[in-house]
C-alpha cells in the first residue's frame, strides 16, 4: 500500500514544479519593470490554472456520479452548444455585432445557456437511467451528433469571412481574455471548487456506487443534482471563458487514476487539480517561450487526449 | 419488528411482488427462499429503500422508512448485496471505515474506529486490514463486505443471498460467524437463501416466496415438508430429520 508519507511526497514534489513551472510562465524574458506584461502574463497563467483545475476536478466528479472512467462531460454535448451559441450569433447578427458583443453578456449568455442545457442532459439522464450507463452514453453523443450537424449546416449559410472568425472561437484560446470576464468566471470556479472539496467525503461513497449511497444515509437524488449542477457550472464557465476543451479532463483523471488507483477521494481531487493546472502552465510556457510557437496548446491536448480516450475504450473492450 | 403492509410492485407493467401482510420478529434470523424470480431481491431492495415503494409501507420499530429521513434510516437498516462493483481500489479497513459514514459524514472519530478494529477482530480480518479487496479471495472478500454492514451499527440487516460462490467450507464459516454475530450484537437478520438446508439449520423463521406472493412463513422444523417444497420450487424431495433439524434431499 502506498503509504501517507509518499503520497503527500508525490503532491508536494508536483505542487513544487507547478510553482516552478508558473514563475517560469509568468517572468520568462521579462524584468520586473515590464509591469504591464506581468499582469498580462499573470491573467493569463490565473485562467490556465481555473481552467485546468476546473475541467480536470469536474472530469473526476462526472465519472464518479456515472460510476464510469470513459465518460467526460463534455462529451455530452457541451462544446457543441458552445459553437452552436456563437454560430447563431455570427449567423444572425454578423461578424461585426459578435466580435463588438460586450465580452462579459456573451460570456454570461454563454455560461447560462451551457448550465442551463448540461443539467436538463445530465439531470433527465442520469436520474432516469441510473442503470443503463451505455443508454446515456449513447443518447449524450447522439445529441452531440446533432447538434453538430445543426452547426455543420450553420456553417455552410454563412459567409467565408464569417467562418474565419468562427473557426477562432471552435478552440481553446487562453489570449485575448477580458479582464472582468476572468475575474467572474475566476470567483464562480473557485466557488464551486470549494463546494466540490467540501463534499469529498461524500465523493467516496459515491465511488461505491449507487446502492451504497443509499444505504449509508445520503439522499441519492438531492445529492446527485447539486454535483450535477457543480460539474455544469464548472465545465459552463471554464468552456465560456477559453472556449471548448473535450479531453483534456479524460486526459488528467485518466493519469492520476492510472499511477495512483488506490488513492481517496480527497486526495485524487487535490492529485487531479495540480495535474490539471500543471500541464496547461507547462505546456503554454514550453509553447510560447521555449519553442516560441504561436500554435494554440489546445489542440495538442486534443489529440494526445482523444489518444488516450481510444486506448481505455480499447482497454475496455478488450476485459 | 418488520411490518411490511401492501406492498405491491410493478415492473415494465407487470407484477412482480404483493405482500400485503408480512410481520418479522426482532432478534432472529429470517430466511427468504424461493425460485428464482420469486420477487426476494425485489423484496429486500424495497426493505433498503434501493428501490422506491409504489404502494403500502414499510416500518421498522415504528419508523416508516418512506416518511423517515435517510441519515436516520443508515443507522437502522444496512444491506449487503449480491455484487458490489467500487470505483475505487479499498483496502479492508477503508471499507469497514466508509460504513461508519451515517454517524462521522467523513470525519471519522476515535469511536468509529474503535468499532472498525472490534469488527476486524470479530470476524478474523485483522491480518488483511491493509490488503484491498481485490487481492482478497472470494470467501475473505464476503465476510469483508459482511463485516462492513456490521460496522454500519444498525439494528436490522438484510443480506441478498450472502452464500452465493462460496465454496463449502466459506459459506458454513460464514453461517455460523453470523449466528454468532446475531446473538452477540443484538441483530435482526434477514437473508436470502437458495439452499434450503441453509436456511434450515441457521433461521428461525422462514418466509417462501413464489410470484410475488408469500407461500408460507414460519420456523423450519413445522413449514418444511415434501409438500411445501414441492409447492415452492416443483421439484419432489425428501425430507429428513437429522439431529433435530430437517434436511431436504433434493438430488
Known sequence: ???????KRVLQGLISVWLLSSFLFITWGLTPDDHFFLVLRFEKWLALNAVGVSVAVSTYVFQTLTHSRILTPSIMGLDAIYLLISLVIISVLGTGSYLAMNAIHLFLMNSLVMIGFALLIFGGLILRFHRDMNRLLLIGIVIGLLVQALNEFLGRMI????????????????D????????????????????????HAV??????????VINLGIAYVPMTCLFLMLVAALVSVSTALVGPILFFGLLV?????????????????????????????????LFEHVLSMKATLSVVIEVIGGSVFFMLLLKRGRQ | MIQIQNV?????????????ELTLEAKQTIALIGPNGAGKS???SLMARLLPLQTGQIRYDYLDISSTSSRVMARKVGILQQHSHF??????????????????????TADDHKVVEQMLAYFELLTFRTTFLDELSGGQRQMALVAMVFCQGTDYILLDEPLNNLDMYHARHLMTTLRRAIVDWNKTIVVVLHDINYASLYADQIVALKQGRIVFKGPPDQVLTPDSIKALYGVEVDIIEHQGKRLSLHF
Not at chain 1, 459567409?159 to 487562453?174: C, K
Not at chain 1, 475575474?183 to 467540501?198: E, F, K, Q
Not at chain 2, 470505483?87 to 460504513?99: C, I
Open chain 1, 253 to 285: 483523471v485518466a493519469l492520476v487514476q492510472q499511477c495512483f488507483p488506490d488513492g481517496k477521494s480527497g486526495y485524487h481531487l487535490l492529485l487531479v487539480a495540480i495535474v490539471g493546472a500543471l500541464i496547461l502552465v507547462a505546456g503554454q510556457t
Open chain 2, 42 to 44: 425485489t423484496l429486500l
Open chain 2, 8 to 20: 405491491s410492485f410493478d415492473r415494465a407493467g407487470k407484477n412482480i411482488l404483493d405482500v400485503t
Open chain 1, 159 to 174: 459567409s467565408p469571412e464569417d467562418f474565419v472568425v468562427f473557426q477562432g472561437a471552435a478552440f481553446a484560446r487562453f
Open chain 1, 203 to 212: 465523493l467516496d461513497i459515491f465511488r461505491l456506487g449507487r446502492n451504497h
Open chain 1, 176 to 199: 485575448q481574455l477580458d479582464r472582468q470576464v476572468l475575474w467572474i468566471a475566476v470567483v464562480v470556479l473557485a466557488v464551486c471548487l470549494g463546494l466540490v472539496w467540501r463534499l
Open chain 2, 87 to 108: 470505483m475505487s481500489r479499498l483496502t479492508v479497513q477503508d471499507l469497514l471505515l466508509y460504513a461508519r459514514y451515517p454517524y462521522h459524514k467523513g470525519r471519522p
Open chain 1, 1 to 7: 500500500m502506498l503509504s501517507n508519507r509518499f503520497q
